[in-house]
């Protein structure tokens, strides 16, 4: 029975983050709260020997620059020769022109092996007519879970939709996420954090579609058990670290709840 939890603590993988200001620290502490290490190196002179030294790289498009892209694109080339998991968290696609380009521009230049972003963003990506407000979904045209699977389908990679349900296609399996709670939604980068914990799971797992599902269910639940005792978002975001640090792969899998269709 896979552990992904147990395994993640008892080997300690290194996740380099390339990854927004806004929520850096955020992402940080929830890596190392689910008990592997992160690390957070930008300097395109220093890209690829720290993503060389890595097992999975998560990249955040939240506040690009095009100098950001270019070390993204160095350390998203290292990790395909070392043959790491890649996670791209397309944030804000859909606003702004740049933003699209850019997102384009990593996935034509290096293999992507788990596109995440909220309903609009994956379906702007996908060619789907979307709308976005800033780095907030709207409204798609388009069934998600059919965009999922076929975007993953054209892409050969896994695609996670999130939002109040999250969905995790490869294109073969389509797996429905309903772990989490409303307030998850009331904090800033709660979004930025599930991408740092799918490339947690994905530094252990190489079904990186099983691995983005254990992913979010885990998450999900350390959101459910938090809600449990918050009064609001301060107070949800500290029993939410806890919540994660005090999970076990068996209080995990009592909670799990997920569909595959």
């Known amino acids: 029975m896979n552990l992904p939890l147990g395994t993640i603590r008892e080997t300690k993988p290194l996740v380099h983050h390339m990854t927004n200001w806004v929520t850096i620290y955020d992402c940080a502490n929830m890596t190392r709260a689910f008990g592997a290490l992160p690390v957070m190196a930008h300097a395109p002179q220093e890209a690829a020997d720290m993503t060389g030294i890595a097992s999975a790289l998560v990249l955040n498009i939240g506040t690009l620059t095009e100098e950001l892209i270019d070390a993204m694109l160095i350390s998203a080339k290292a990790a395909n020769e070392k043959n790491i998991p890649v996670v791209l968290d397309a ?142 978002p301060g107070t949800f975001k500290m029993y939410f670290y806890d919540e994660v640090f005090n999970l076990s792969d068996e209080k995990a899998r009592s909670m799990i709840n997920v569909e595959e269709c």
Do not use: W
Not at 195 to 224: H, P, R
């Open 91 to 232: 944030v804000g696609v859909g606003a702004t022109k740049f933003r699209d380009e850019m997102a384009a521009k990593i996935l034509d230049s290096a293999r992507i092996d788990v596109i995440k972003g909220n309903y609009s963003e994956i379906a702007k990506l996908a060619g789907e007519n979307a709308q976005t407000r800033g780095v907030e979904a709207t409204s798609i045209d388009a069934d998600p879970k059919q965009v999922a699977k076929d975007f993953a389908g054209s892409r050969s990679c896994v695609v996670v939709m999130t939002g109040a349900e999250d969905i995790i296609s490869d294109g073969k399996r389509t797996y429905v996420v309903k772990n989490g709670h409303e307030s998850m939604g009331l904090i800033v980068g709660t979004g930025c954090m599930a991408a740092s914990v799918i490339g947690t799971f994905a530094a252990v797992d190489t079904d990186y579609c099983n691995a983005a599902k254990d992913a979010l269910c885990y998450f999900g639940i350390a959101g459910e058990l938090a809600a449990e005792k918050s009064e609001g």
